[in-house]
């Protein structure tokens, strides 16, 4: 019996056939967009359930393999290169929504983690983001153990997060630590910065 090929009719020919003359991108958007399939994915126990298979390691990795295969890539390339998505992207990103946004995950911890790592490839994204979740009020420097320290001071060799320090405790420890006489320059560095009390 001769093979019978079909081709899809929703506008993606080269795209391969699933059922009813579209893709499966095609025909899942038609598919949720029944009202009946809306009210039903709308339950809570079904978002639960939803939420619950795709956080499973399996299928994560399944989905990691399916976006990092080149025809996947390529299909993006494109539908991000179409005139009226890239119109509607960029009024978007125009909008008051869309810039308060981008403002948020700009100083979002997530965003200083990433750009931490990029900074400093050794450390694991995993361990900065930890210590991007502490607020500035609850930061302890590990140095001096007083509040409000900004800097995230990490290992050089191994890529370890210490934790957090101030500026001037994080140059006093990598002053210290890289001096040939440590006692020494402790005790020089003390006398400097040590103002004498007024009578």
């Not at 956080?55 to 991000?80: D, G, L, M, N, T």
């Not at 100083?107 to 790592?117: G, I, L, M, Y």
């Amino acid at each position: 019996m001769p093979k019978v090929i079909r081709i899809n009719e929703c506008g993606h020919p080269e795209r391969k056939y699933l059922a009813k003359g579209m893709c499966s991108t095609c025909y899942m958007k038609a598919y949720n967009a029944d009202p009946k399939r809306k009210t039903y994915n709308a339950k809570p126990e079904v978002k639960a359930r939803q939420k619950a298979y795709n956080a499973r390691p399996e299928r994560k990795a399944q989905r990691k393999i399916y976006c990092a295969s080149p025809e996947v890539k390529a299909q993006a390339r494109a539908y991000r290169a179409k005139p009226e998505v890239m119109a509607q992207r960029k009024a978007y990103e125009t909008s008051p929504e869309g810039i308060a946004r981008r403002k948020a995950y700009q100083t979002s911890p997530k965003k200083k983690a990433k750009v931490f790592c990029r900074q400093y490839p050794i450390c694991k994204y995993e361990d900065v983001l930890k210590y991007q979740l502490i607020l500035l009020p609850d930061r302890i420097c590990w140095l001096c153990l007083k509040p409000g320290p900004t800097n995230l001071d990490h290992d050089h060799g191994s890529g370890k997060i210490r934790g957090w320090a101030h500026s001037s405790c994080n140059r006093a420890e990598g002053n210290i630590k890289n001096s040939p006489d440590p006692i020494a320059l402790l005790t020089t560095l003390i006398k400097q910065y040590t103002h004498p009390q007024a009578d």
